[in-house]
């Protein structure tokens, strides 16, 4: 198994002006789910939150993974919690 730093934050490191232009792309709903996934939210909880179906949930994940180009949605996961305090803050910016 690949460390979680090592997958996650080198896309920070080396492509960190596209990344932030990908994570601006995101639609309001990406973020939500987005945000949801970075609390450790499972998808039927990120579904009850939101009152929506779990299988809307890993559409807008599988959305997520493609606009910011990451694979798998253990790579996801890891990006999300090793970036946990960087896209809260974007978080908080996009929604302004």
């Given at each position: 198994?690949t ?18 232009q ?18 450790g939210?499972t998808?039927?909880e ?10 809307s949930?890993e ?38």
């Amino acid at each position: 198994m690949t460390p979680v730093s090592e997958n996650a934050s080198i896309l920070l490191v080396d492509d960190y002006q596209s990344i932030n232009q990908r994570l601006l792309q995101l639609t309001d709903r990406e973020w939500d789910v987005l945000s949801f996934i970075t609390d450790g939210l499972t998808t039927a909880e990120i579904a009850e939150c939101l009152v929506i179906e779990p299988k809307s949930i890993e559409n807008y994940k599988r959305r997520i993974s493609k606009k910011l180009k990451i694979e798998g949605r253990s790579n996801l996961i890891r990006f999300c919690i090793v970036n946990r305090d960087y896209l809260r803050k974007l978080y908080i910016l996009a929604r302004k």
